[in-house]
């Protein structure tokens, strides 16, 4: 399975922008697709997933209320919308995936068998 981000750029703060996440094949309804982003100087962290293709939704604290993951099936694509970013929402953003995934290992970065290349996202203040 591989996984393609996109969708990153150069924004303004409180400005929005959408990343996708393309997955190579059909993965059947047990696989979880995450983000996570690592900012600068920073360890890579877990903003998001939907959890085993279904309506299940996770975010981390520091973006709730500001970004939503939602999923395309037909397109076998995952979304991340990010509305009123942040200076520190600046990072390079990966999208994982995993066949196996449990919920208590939802953030955990180790847990994720697949990951995408990265896209940059970057907020001026």
């Known amino acids: 399975v591989q996984l393609q981000a996109s969708g990153g750029g150069l924004v303004r703060a409180g400005d929005s922008l959408r990343l996708s996440c393309a997955v190579s094949?059909?993965?059947?309804?047990?696989?979880?697709v995450a983000w996570f982003r690592r900012g600068p100087g920073k360890e890579r962290e877990f903003v998001g997933a939907?959890?085993?293709?279904?309506?299940?939704?996770y975010y981390a604290d520091s973006v709730k209320g500001r970004f939503t993951i939602s999923r395309d099936n037909t397109k076998n694509t995952v979304y991340l919308q990010m509305n009123s970013l942040k200076p520190e929402d600046t990072a390079v953003y990966y999208c994982?995936?995993?066949?196996?995934?449990?919920?208590?290992?939802?953030?955990?970065?180790?847990?994720?068998?697949?990951w995408g290349q990265g896209t940059q996202v970057t907020v001026s203040s």
């Open positions: 094949e059909r993965t059947g309804s047990s696989y979880t």
């Open positions: 994982a995936g995993s066949q196996t995934m449990i919920l208590s290992n939802l953030r955990n970065v180790a847990a994720y068998a697949h």
């Open positions: 939907a959890f085993r293709w279904s309506s299940a939704t």
